[in-house]
């Protein structure tokens, strides 16, 4: 790992242990977990956008199963939500592979549109199998964590809990960019017949960070599931995916600090934007259409360059 | 109602419905064709469609014939305006990029429709009657005739419009090869700008004649372009023909699925194929043999 991604990730180990203790309120608490959440997802989605150029449209069913998984093992089978947040990865990620695997072999739209069906179907069976899951009305007593005798009751204790998973996710993030599979990520970036030619599997490693973006999608719902204890449809939707796509987007592709900077944005923003609920999308349309147009390489590295050139 | 009158009566909804889905398809053809572009956003052209088609004619209270003309020009001219806006700006935009501009402008167009019409279902009265004729113990409504003779006119347009018109034959050219056709002096920018109004304006005649049978809201377009797409896929992407008689397959299977199966699940069936097609034979039914009948169409 370099240098300055190192001090970068010390410096946001030591923001995240410092920042609960000037804010006393539980409400911006919660917030920022969702923020780790939500960071989980977009780390997973900026790899798979910014360094394998493919990108998910059904981000959010991955999320979804994650969840799902976690909530109904662990509330209607008893399984300790430890072992159930296991087995929503496994289930997740196999799920993962089994689209991936024959869409990555074919052009770019393709994986695009698989995971657009993919989520559509994932978001049908959350409604119609509701003697599992609630259907639309969904279902609670979704058990939370606990180490032995310590359960993860308060915001205080959760927001510490998914922040660790955010650094840990991080770090190894930050390896697989600056390892074999991110040389050869980004070879296929410059041009995947080159990539090829030298004797680059490119498929192969197209799949492995397709399936680690939905693992990491797949942890954040399972904390999700047991940090609201309760589950409905509504979340896991194609609109999600969209807002992720929209995060990501923000903070610019190919950076994952990008990523928790983006999930930041779009989950305080809307918090103090309440009055726009209902036309949430129009913003989040014309955000991502203007960015994509004008400034692809994200809004900061994209005004960053903009002002170097008017220089 | 016997099992076979069943068949029959699942067979007439399914080919309705098919017809549109197909013409979706036509859509997100013409498209890609021309400059290799998935429009996300051709579902919305339809939601549109509907959506003109109703205020035009239920709330300003324009005779029906001048409404549907209407709202073919209008929506044929948000489409020339998004790809004005959207796409031509672009210098050598990626796949990921062009896909995500137009994601973008499909969930612009819907809160745009959100915004102007609300929430709310509308209807619309169906262009002749609402009396069912009844065909060997099943019932056909005169709306789905309508729907069946409007695409039939559309693909036949379509035929004659890229057969015999110079425009027609400079986008087919764009399509087969697009440095060529610039270097003899074809602009093929504008002939961009044609494709996408093309579609639009197909997408919006999808929506108006589906409206008085269907319904429609603001929220319709992602659905509709998510199966248009499997509909384009299992007919092959860029054959047109492929388009029109896979239009009926899903269309046919979703109804059957719908009424013997399970109509809960009705919405994923043409999903199922979609994912099953990209995983068996990505070409579709009739890609591989018939890429170039676009070319002919």
Request: glycine share 12%.
């Amino acid at each position: 790992m370099r240098k300055n991604n190192l001090l970068s990730l010390l410096i946001l180990a030591g923001v995240i242990l410092v920042l609960p203790l000037g804010l006393g309120n539980s409400y911006y608490l919660s917030v920022l977990v969702f923020v780790g959440i939500y960071s989980l997802i977009t780390i997973g989605l900026s790899l798979l956008m910014g360094y394998a150029g493919q990108i998910s449209l059904g981000q959010a069913a991955f999320f979804g199963l994650g969840a799902y998984t976690s909530g109904v093992l662990s509330a209607k089978f008893g399984i300790s939500p430890w072992l159930a947040l296991l087995a929503a990865i496994f289930v997740t990620g196999g799920i993962a592979f089994l689209i991936g695997a024959p869409a990555l072999k074919l052009k770019g739209h393709y994986l695009a549109m698989a995971t657009l069906a993919f989520g559509y179907i994932v978001f049908i069976v959350f409604n119609q199998a509701s003697s599992y899951t609630g259907g639309p009305s969904g279902f609670g007593q979704i058990p939370r964590f606990r180490l032995g005798n310590f359960l993860f009751r308060t915001d205080v204790h959760y927001y510490y809990l998914v922040w660790t998973l955010v650094i840990v996710v991080l770090l190894v993030s930050l390896n697989v960019i600056h390892s074999r599979v991110g040389r050869a990520l980004r070879s296929i970036h410059e041009g995947e017949l080159a990539a090829n030619i030298m004797g680059v599997n490119t498929a192969r490693y197209k799949i492995q960070i397709f399936v680690l973006s939905a693992v990491y999608a797949s942890m954040a719902g399972s904390l999700y599931a047991h940090f609201i204890t309760f589950l409905n449809p509504t979340p896991f939707g194609f609109h999600f995916s969209i807002v992720l796509l929209t995060m990501v987007a923000v903070g610019g592709m190919a950076s994952v600090w990008g990523a928790i900077i983006g999930a930041a944005l779009l989950t305080i923003l809307p918090e103090y934007l309440r009055a726009f609920h209902d036309y949430d999308i129009l913003i989040y349309g014309s955000t991502l259409l203007v960015i994509m147009i004008f400034l692809p390489q994200g809004l900061f590295a994209g005004i960053f360059s903009l002002v170097k050139k008017e220089r | 109602m016997s099992f076979g009158d069943q068949l029959l009566q699942y067979l007439f909804t399914g080919i309705t419905i098919g017809t549109i889905y197909g013409m979706v398809a036509l859509g997100f053809n013409i498209i890609y064709a021309s400059t290799g572009i998935i429009n996300l956003a051709q579902g919305e052209f339809v939601m549109l469609g509907g959506m003109t088609m109703v205020y035009l004619t239920t709330i300003i209270k324009l005779p029906m014939v001048v409404g549907f003309f209407l709202s073919i020009l209008i929506v044929t001219a948000i489409g020339a305006a998004f790809e004005r806006a959207a796409i031509h700006p672009l210098k050598s935009p990626s796949v990921i990029t062009l896909i995500i501009i137009t994601v973008a402008a499909s969930i612009l167009f819907k809160g745009g429709a959100m915004f102007a019409w609300g929430k709310q279902t509308f209807s619309l009265p169906p262009f002749s009657g609402e009396k069912p004729i009844s065909v060997l113990g099943a019932t056909i409504l005169p709306q789905a005739l309508w729907i069946l003779g409007i695409m039939g006119a559309v693909v036949a347009l379509l035929i004659l419009f890229f057969g015999f018109t110079l425009t027609g034959k400079a986008m087919r050219a764009c399509a087969a090869n697009r440095t060529a056709a610039s270097l003899v002096g074809i602009n093929v920018k504008t002939m961009v700008l044609l494709t996408f109004a093309l579609s639009a304006g197909i997408g919006a005649i999808a929506g108006i004649i589906i409206t008085p049978i269907a319904l429609m809201d603001y929220d319709r377009g992602t659905m509709l372009a998510v199966k248009g797409f499997s509909v384009a896929v299992l007919g092959g992407l860029g054959s047109s023909v492929g388009a029109v008689v896979a239009g009926f397959i899903i269309g046919i299977m979703e109804s059957l699925g719908a009424g013997f199966i399970s109509s809960g699940y009705k919405d994923a069936i043409a999903l199922v194929v979609l994912l099953l097609v990209l995983f068996i034979k990505p070409s579709g039914l009739l890609g591989s043999r018939e890429r170039g009948e676009f070319k002919k169409f």
